[in-house]
Protein backbone atom coordinates (compact mmCIF):
# COMPACT_ATOMS: atom_id res chain seq x y z
CA UNK A 1 0.00 0.00 0.00
CA UNK A 2 1.42 3.53 -0.78
CA UNK A 3 1.09 5.99 1.69
CA UNK A 4 -0.66 9.07 1.16
CA UNK A 5 2.02 11.46 1.46
CA UNK A 6 4.39 9.29 -0.26
CA UNK A 7 1.29 9.42 -3.50
CA UNK A 8 1.02 12.87 -3.32
CA UNK A 9 5.16 13.40 -3.59
CA UNK A 10 4.91 10.91 -6.66
CA UNK A 11 2.43 12.93 -8.26
CA UNK A 12 4.19 16.09 -8.07
CA UNK A 13 7.51 14.64 -9.17
CA UNK A 14 5.46 12.89 -12.17
CA UNK A 15 3.64 16.48 -12.81
CA UNK A 16 7.11 18.26 -12.52
CA UNK A 17 8.94 15.90 -14.84
CA UNK A 18 6.12 16.12 -17.77
CA UNK A 19 6.13 20.05 -17.50
CA UNK A 20 9.69 20.00 -17.90
CA UNK A 21 9.44 17.74 -21.04
CA UNK A 22 6.98 19.16 -22.59
CA UNK A 23 8.53 22.63 -22.18
CA UNK A 24 11.67 21.22 -23.72
CA UNK A 25 9.30 20.16 -26.91
CA UNK A 26 7.92 23.08 -27.12
CA UNK A 27 10.78 25.44 -27.57
CA UNK A 28 12.63 22.36 -29.64
CA UNK A 29 9.20 23.11 -31.86
CA UNK A 30 9.55 26.73 -31.55
CA UNK A 31 12.64 26.76 -32.64
CA UNK A 32 12.41 24.87 -35.77
CA UNK A 33 9.44 27.13 -37.04
CA UNK A 34 10.31 29.97 -39.54
CA UNK A 35 10.85 33.16 -38.37
CA UNK A 36 8.06 34.65 -40.58
CA UNK A 37 5.87 32.24 -38.62
CA UNK A 38 7.39 33.02 -35.18
CA UNK A 39 6.14 36.51 -35.61
CA UNK A 40 2.97 35.73 -36.77
CA UNK A 41 2.48 33.30 -33.19
CA UNK A 42 3.98 36.11 -31.52
CA UNK A 43 1.15 38.86 -33.08
CA UNK A 44 -1.50 37.00 -33.99
CA UNK A 45 -2.38 33.88 -31.14
CA UNK A 46 -4.43 31.20 -31.60
CA UNK A 47 -2.31 30.04 -34.59
CA UNK A 48 -1.64 25.94 -35.00
CA UNK A 49 1.15 25.08 -36.80
CA UNK A 50 0.82 23.15 -39.88
CA UNK A 51 4.21 22.16 -40.88
CA UNK A 52 7.53 24.51 -41.64
CA UNK A 53 6.00 26.48 -43.89
CA UNK A 54 2.40 26.64 -43.02
CA UNK A 55 0.29 28.40 -39.95
CA UNK A 56 -3.72 28.55 -39.52
CA UNK A 57 -6.13 30.21 -37.11
CA UNK A 58 -9.50 28.40 -37.51
CA UNK A 59 -11.27 31.08 -36.00
CA UNK A 60 -10.33 33.65 -37.49
CA UNK A 61 -10.33 31.73 -41.42
CA UNK A 62 -7.33 32.59 -41.75
CA UNK A 63 -3.85 30.65 -43.02
CA UNK A 64 -0.13 32.17 -43.32
CA UNK A 65 2.00 30.89 -45.84
CA UNK A 66 6.04 31.28 -45.71
CA UNK A 67 7.62 32.42 -49.35
CA UNK A 68 9.96 28.77 -49.16
CA UNK A 69 6.63 27.48 -50.76
CA UNK A 70 6.60 29.32 -53.85
CA UNK A 71 10.52 28.66 -53.66
CA UNK A 72 9.35 24.68 -53.57
CA UNK A 73 7.38 25.44 -56.91
CA UNK A 74 3.71 26.21 -55.47
CA UNK A 75 2.34 29.88 -56.63
CA UNK A 76 3.07 32.33 -54.52
CA UNK A 77 0.07 34.41 -56.14
CA UNK A 78 -3.20 34.82 -54.69
CA UNK A 79 -5.40 31.42 -54.94
CA UNK A 80 -8.96 32.04 -56.74
CA UNK A 81 -11.68 32.66 -54.02
CA UNK A 82 -9.87 34.27 -51.95
CA UNK A 83 -7.99 37.30 -50.78
CA UNK A 84 -4.78 38.22 -49.73
CA UNK A 85 -2.19 40.15 -47.84
CA UNK A 86 1.57 39.62 -49.17
CA UNK A 87 5.00 40.79 -47.63
CA UNK A 88 5.91 41.70 -50.31
CA UNK A 89 5.29 43.90 -53.76
CA UNK A 90 3.67 42.14 -56.78
CA UNK A 91 2.34 39.41 -54.85
CA UNK A 92 5.61 37.82 -53.30
CA UNK A 93 7.03 37.14 -50.49
CA UNK A 94 4.69 35.67 -46.83
CA UNK A 95 1.31 35.14 -47.74
CA UNK A 96 -1.93 35.90 -45.39
CA UNK A 97 -5.49 34.37 -46.85
CA UNK A 98 -9.46 34.55 -45.96
CA UNK A 99 -11.85 32.88 -47.76
CA UNK A 100 -14.33 35.59 -46.28
CA UNK A 101 -14.89 38.65 -47.04
CA UNK A 102 -15.07 41.21 -44.43
CA UNK A 103 -12.51 43.52 -42.53
CA UNK A 104 -9.32 41.24 -41.40
CA UNK A 105 -6.26 42.41 -39.72
CA UNK A 106 -2.79 41.92 -40.70
CA UNK A 107 -1.40 42.08 -37.46
CA UNK A 108 0.29 38.52 -38.29
CA UNK A 109 2.33 40.28 -41.31
CA UNK A 110 5.63 42.63 -40.37
CA UNK A 111 4.43 44.94 -43.71
CA UNK A 112 1.79 44.62 -46.34
CA UNK A 113 3.47 45.57 -49.39
CA UNK A 114 0.62 43.83 -51.90
CA UNK A 115 -2.82 42.63 -52.13
CA UNK A 116 -4.78 41.10 -54.06
CA UNK A 117 -8.61 39.76 -54.64
CA UNK A 118 -8.71 36.82 -56.38
CA UNK A 119 -12.71 36.50 -56.38
CA UNK A 120 -14.83 37.72 -59.45
CA UNK A 121 -17.10 40.33 -58.16
CA UNK A 122 -15.06 41.51 -54.27
CA UNK A 123 -12.57 44.11 -54.55
CA UNK A 124 -9.77 44.78 -51.65
CA UNK A 125 -8.64 47.71 -49.98
CA UNK A 126 -5.38 47.62 -47.94
CA UNK A 127 -6.29 49.91 -44.92
CA UNK A 128 -4.42 52.00 -42.00
CA UNK A 129 -6.85 51.67 -39.45
CA UNK A 130 -10.36 53.04 -41.57
CA UNK A 131 -7.52 54.94 -44.38
CA UNK A 132 -8.09 53.06 -47.76
CA UNK A 133 -3.91 53.05 -48.85
CA UNK A 134 -4.93 51.17 -52.36
CA UNK A 135 -7.79 49.06 -53.70
CA UNK A 136 -7.38 46.07 -55.58
CA UNK A 137 -10.01 45.24 -58.20
CA UNK A 138 -12.03 41.59 -58.32
CA UNK A 139 -9.37 39.03 -59.53
CA UNK A 140 -6.51 41.85 -59.60
CA UNK A 141 -3.22 42.89 -57.15
CA UNK A 142 -2.06 46.38 -56.15
CA UNK A 143 1.31 47.28 -54.42
CA UNK A 144 1.03 49.17 -51.41
CA UNK A 145 3.12 51.88 -49.67
CA UNK A 146 2.31 52.68 -46.30
CA UNK A 147 2.01 50.87 -43.13
CA UNK A 148 -1.41 48.87 -43.45
CA UNK A 149 -3.04 47.62 -40.44
CA UNK A 150 -6.06 45.62 -42.04
CA UNK A 151 -8.02 44.50 -45.42
CA UNK A 152 -11.12 44.93 -46.16
CA UNK A 153 -12.81 43.19 -48.85
CA UNK A 154 -15.89 44.76 -50.74
Not at 10 to 23: Q, R, T, Y
Amino acid sequence: MIRPWFRSRLFSVVAGAAIIIGASTTSAAAASVDPAIAYALAHEPGGIVVDEATVVWPHLGMELTVSSVAARGLSSKCPTGLICAFGGHNETGTRLTWATCAVHSTAALPNVLSVAGARSVNSVQARNATTVLATAGAGNYVNVYGTVTNVRCL
